[in-house]
């Protein structure tokens, strides 16, 4: 089979690797489309942590069954399915409190081990979901950035009648704002970049804010919403999220930095605050993505900017992909 390897910083190659065989609990899929991530992007430029070389990368994956293990019984050959790349070693007391999301000795495919740029991918039963008719591949592939987003949406408490500050529009930030208002919240993004909540407002019809010139409260019936999300891994938007926050609230940071975060204490305090981290996906986010799809709540329109094409991806990952400022969320089709 063909797989795009990343030999080291700025090298891809396209190499022939042997076909994998499925062991007894595992699948092995032909893959149809993989989501880029920011991991993809940094790995390649060398400033992605715990990472080595060469490695194949690739965590947002979708394709179909052409092989099963012996221990295979809920699968067949031919059906559809996304791919949960997190794998966990089941033995940790993250792992045994139903927090596979954030195992101690978690393993990401794409990352710590070979991914989805390839044309087959042997993965655990236990790590694909199966996706409805109604599905496209595209959307399947972006099943895994918007159950990030998710994640951190459940992790948050949203509900219908939640207030909602989503700090970042980039794709998880739009992926949260996408998720809660299916669940129903009042929604609200905020960004200082006039480009990309253009973009938002347009993919998702929500109302957008400048947090350096407008007041939060404006938009929620002069009070700050119970709910700040912010995925921008921004370490000055995330010192301040306590100052978009009402008393009692709930924080919830999906992005991250490398450093410390200095939040003001007397604030933090005052507000009783609750504040969280918000760390992958469990399996419960991935169906209940994968569901909002098939319900038509969510879609690959809304976070999709750019396709290309397996085969052309060495050539172009440099100039359509790392160099490409117009990139939101790209998709690769096999």
């Known amino acids: 089979m063909k797989s795009l390897v990343c030999k080291e910083p700025f090298s891809l190659e396209y190499q022939e ?27 390649y430029q060398g400033n992605q942590p715990f990472f080595e070389y060469p490695r194949v990368l690739g965590h947002e994956v979708c394709g179909s069954i052409v092989a099963l293990g012996s221990q295979v019984k809920e699968y067949k050959i031919g059906e559809r399915v996304a791919l ?24 990401v495919m794409g990352v710590h081990q070979d991914g989805g740029f390839s044309e087959l991918l042997a993965i655990p ?25 998710a994640h951190a949406v459940r992790r948050a408490q949203v509900n219908q009648n939640s207030n909602v500050l989503v700090i970042g529009a980039g794709p998880i930030g739009l992926g ?40 939060i409260e404006d938009y929620f019936d002069n009070i700050l919403p119970e709910i700040v999300i912010d995925a921008t891994g921004n370490p000055h938007s995330m010192n301040n999220a306590v100052n978009f926050i009402c008393h009692g609230g709930r924080i919830v940071f999906v992005g991250l930095f490398k450093g410390d975060l200095v939040i003001h204490d007397p604030d933090f305090h005052k ?19 994968q569901r909002l799809m098939s319900e038509g709540k969510i879609c690959s329109s809304m976070m999709l900017s750019d396709t ?10 440099e100039e359509k992909i790392v160099k490409n400022k117009n990139l939101v969320k790209g998709v690769i089709l096999y």
């Open 271 to 289: 507000k009783e605050t609750t504040l969280m981290g918000s760390r992958n996906a469990t399996q419960e986010d991935f169906i209940k993505v």
């Open 176 to 215: 949260a704002a996408a998720i809660a208002m299916a669940d129903g919240a009042k929604v609200v993004v905020a960004d200082t970049s006039e480009e990309r909540r253009r973009h938002i407002q347009k993919k998702l019809n929500v109302a957008v804010v400048d947090p350096l010139s407008e007041k």
């Open 84 to 107: 949960i790349p997190y794998l966990s070693c089941g033995q940790c007391i993250a792992c045994q409190n139903g927090k596979t999301n954030c195992c101690e000795n978690i393993s």
């Open 17 to 43: 690797k042997p076909a994998p065989v499925a062991t007894d609990n595992e699948v092995v899929i032909k893959v149809s489309a993989v989501g880029i991530c920011g991991t993809d992007i940094h790995a």
């Open 308 to 317: 290309f094409n397996y085969t052309d991806l060495a050539d172009i990952y």
């Open 125 to 149: 039963q236990t790590n694909v979901i199966p996706i409805a008719d109604n599905v496209d591949d595209i959307s399947a592939a972006l099943i895994e950035p918007f159950a990030i987003s």
